[in-house]
T-cell receptor, first 112, second 113 residues
């Protein structure tokens, strides 16, 4: 069964550094999403991406964050200057219009 | 705005018994989808079951079934013949069309051998 692939699985970074989280969605997905989950808390929406542009973003998704789909396959989330509170599990997801998303296995980001 | 509420932070059940996890939601839309996701200790999000709001029949996937009460905006998950591998966090979620998923707070399910 096709999977959404996320890399790296775990990244440790120093506060203030830039990180790029990568995702390879399933080829027939039309919509792409990033979510995050702070340990022990619920899953929160960050941003949705359709037709090569952002279709919706949450208040969490401030100027520190950006998304790209540079080559038509990879879907990236960049955090420009990481803060301690950015430590979380980041999930990429893809889907169509009438079925549940397929989530990637997540990237655990630890900011020290 | 959509909201999803799971009022049971933790539940436990004896192996082989049946457990029901509760979820209520609020939406102003008539066309929406409801989901239950399982999150084991690996923290991967696994789709358990989904329900289209326009369908009256409750969805079923093997040992997992839902009780969808549209008027009451209730969407509970029943797990029959509970197995040790069912132990996980379970998240209820709703979605309108192709828009974002909105998650509940989660219910941690423990299976007692």
């Amino acid at each position: 069964e096709p999977e959404v692939t996320q890399t790296p699985s775990h990244q440790v970074t120093q506060m203030g550094q830039e990180v790029i989280l990568r995702c390879v969605p399933i080829s027939n997905h039309l919509y792409f999403y990033w979510y995050r989950q702070i340990l022990g808390q619920k899953v929160e929406f960050l941003v949705s991406f359709y037709n090569n542009e952002i279709s919706e973003k949450s208040e969490i998704f401030d100027d520190q964050f950006s998304v790209e789909r540079p080559d038509g396959s990879n879907f990236t989330l960049k955090i420009r200057s990481t803060k301690l509170e950015d430590s979380a599990m980041y999930f990429c997801a893809g889907g169509g219009t009438n079925y549940g998303y397929t989530f990637g296995s997540g990237t655990r980001l630890t900011v020290v | 705005a959509q909201t999803v509420t799971q009022s049971q932070p933790e539940m436990s059940v004896q192996e082989a018994e049946t457990v029901t996890l509760s979820c209520t939601y609020d939406t102003s839309e008539s066309d929406y989808y409801l989901f239950w996701y399982k999150q084991p200790p690996s923290r991967q999000m696994i789709l358990v079951i989904r329900q289209e709001a326009y369908k009256q029949q409750n969805a079923t996937e093997n040992r997992f079934s839902v009780n969808f009460q549209k008027a009451a905006k209730s969407f509970s998950l029943k797990i029959s013949d509970s197995q040790l591998g069912d132990a996980a966090m379970y998240f209820c979620a709703s979605r309108q069309g192709a828009q974002k998923l909105v998650f509940g707070q989660g219910t941690r399910l423990t299976i007692n051998p």
